[in-house]
């Protein structure tokens, strides 16, 4: 019986056994294939907390296997039903005035049933939770014409505040960038733009810069790399921007140059070498003399504009990963969030590719997907992110993807 026993490892020697087991220097894309198939069939419990996100777990799953190329391991018809079963519908077309969004609840729990009394039923039907739907039917094909579209475009104006930016949901919530990139990504799958005024969320995004030239969640808050992608990606779907700027006219980033000037001088890494101190450089840069030959600024600095030498400290030295703000620690997501701002603006190039790929390497699991940082276990929302960042940096046998709309459900309809 005792040499029975010994045939069999204890859990905690088999977990010994898997945490000794190396971390591949290669991108695992089987490995990363069968933790996402997993993950369709039955999720682990720590993520019981995050049932009524279900929709947009469900989103990582199957746009993550799409990069993988390996969307035929996915249900179509199943998951595509199911998708439709969470859309909130009005009664009649006056519904669509009562101040209330009909897009997409974000799972059953959410989506309440009408009781024998008749009374009213809670819509809590959610920005997000739309943009994650639309985004899963138009990667596995779903015919839009199929869809009731006009109520989720029409009631989508109920969100949008005077000051430009949206709320998630009908009441009592926040307002902030996230929700303005939800609305103009939900604008450009239905390629339908007349349930947002893209005047007043172009103002919001403005007012969101600043002074170090990233973006903040609202106005006059701290950069953040997320908060820096939903400025950028949302001013490209808009139109408001060209694609590849810095090849281009970089008068339509809405910079304040002043700024971009007084963050470079700050910016000892990027913005200024071989100068002889701050004094003289912030005495001189108003004087006669082309910039260029006063401050050693890099070339593509200036053409830039504050918001590329912005995302260029991010990548750290001592790792090669990205930093969603100052001080951080270096996270897989960032790769995306701020490789996808580079990759928009047409500065991809200037990031250190080699050293990116390393520090993503290092956060890769031995059981597939990726962790927030080193050595820690995967999670689907840095699994998926961490697929987009390969992808942006072109690894072989993944689909490319619309950098703007995090999927590979490209081109975008600009209007």
Not at 27 to 50: A, G, K, T, V
Not at 69 to 91: M, Y
Not at 251 to 271: A, H, M, T, Y
């Amino acid at each position: 019986m005792a040499e029975a026993d010994n045939e069999f490892l204890s859990l905690s020697d088999l977990e010994s056994e898997l945490d000794s087991i190396p971390i591949p220097m290669f991108f695992d894309r089987n490995r990363h294939i069968c933790y996402l198939e997993m993950m369709l069939e039955l999720l682990p419990s720590p993520y019981q907390s995050q049932e009524i996100n279900r929709l947009t777990l469900a989103y990582f799953v199957v746009c993550g296997l799409d990069i993988l190329r390996s969307l035929d391991r996915v249900d179509k018809e199943g998951v595509i039903n199911w998708v439709l079963s969470l859309q909130a519908h009005p009664q009649d077309e006056a519904e669509l005035s009562n101040g209330q969004f009909y897009g997409f609840h974000g799972s059953r729990s959410s989506q309440f049933q009408p009781n024998d009394y008749g009374n009213a039923i809670p819509n809590c039907s959610h920005l997000a939770s739309t943009y994650c739907a639309l985004s899963i039917l138009k990667t596995l094909g779903y015919d839009f014409s199929l869809l009731d579209s006009m109520s989720i475009i029409k009631s989508m104006k109920n969100l949008q505040q005077h000051d430009g930016s949206f709320m998630p949901i009908h009441s009592g919530a926040e307002t902030d960038l996230r929700f303005v990139y939800c609305a103009a990504a939900i604008s450009s799958i239905l390629e339908n733009w007349s349930g947002i005024d893209k005047e007043k969320a172009k103002e919001y995004i403005i007012n969101c810069q600043s002074y170090d030239g990233g973006f903040g969640l609202t106005p006059s808050s701290e950069s953040h790399g997320g908060a820096t992608f939903c400025a950028v990606a949302s001013l490209r779907l808009m139109g408001l921007i060209e694609d590849d700027i810095l090849s281009k006219n970089i008068s339509s980033c809405f910079i304040n140059v002043p700024l971009l000037l007084d963050w470079c001088l700050q910016s000892k890494e990027v913005g200024k070498k071989n100068s002889s101190s701050d004094d003289y450089l912030s005495n001189s840069i108003l004087k006669s003399g082309p910039l260029t030959e006063k401050l050693s600024i890099p070339s593509f600095c200036l053409a830039f504009g504050v918001t590329q030498c912005y995302f260029l400290q991010r990548q750290a030295a001592t790792d090669g990963g990205f930093q969603g703000r100052l001080n951080k620690a270096t996270d897989t997501c960032y790769a995306f969030w701020v490789g996808g701002v580079l990759k928009i603006l047409g500065a991809h190039k200037f990031i250190d590719h080699e050293g990116l790929r390393k520090f993503l390497f290092t956060c890769q699991s031995q059981y597939g997907g990726f962790g927030k940082t080193p050595e820690q276990l995967p999670d689907l929302y840095h699994a998926y992110y961490g697929f987009c960042a390969f992808s942006l940096l072109e690894e072989p046998d993944l689909n490319s993807i619309c950098t703007e709309l995090g999927t590979t459900i490209g081109p975008v309809q600009l209007l």
